[in-house]
């Protein structure tokens, strides 16, 4: 098991409220709940930039062959619901 350190933090009145009525009703203690929230909020951060960061590497290493004009996607949904709606833009 990771070793542990002591965290202080000024949180808000009714996330302490909510985080006393889920010690109280789970049995877990303060420090389980409020280690195991933080956890979760990391996993997804980092999960969400690893994302975003694989995304930029693929558009700043893609071709101009490999995207669609702003202005041709604009102009198909601008055409959306008329009687001579676009086709998509490719």
């Known amino acids: 098991m ?3 350190s002591p965290l202080s933090a000024r949180i ?3 996330l302490k409220d909510g985080l006393s009525k889920l010690v109280e009703s789970t049995g877990r203690t303060q420090s389980f709940l409020t280690n195991e ?3 979760q909020y990391l996993e997804q951060e980092a999960w969400q ?3 975003l960061q694989e995304v930029v590497q693929e558009v700043e290493t893609a071709s101009e062959d490999d995207f669609i004009a702003h202005e041709k996607v604009d102009n198909w949904l601008a055409s959306w619901g008329l009687k001579d709606e676009m086709e998509p833009p490719r």
Do not use: M, V
């Open 2 to 4: 990771p070793g542990t």
């Open 12 to 14: 808000r009145d009714d």
């Open 37 to 39: 929230a933080l956890r």
């Open 49 to 51: 930039i690893q994302a």
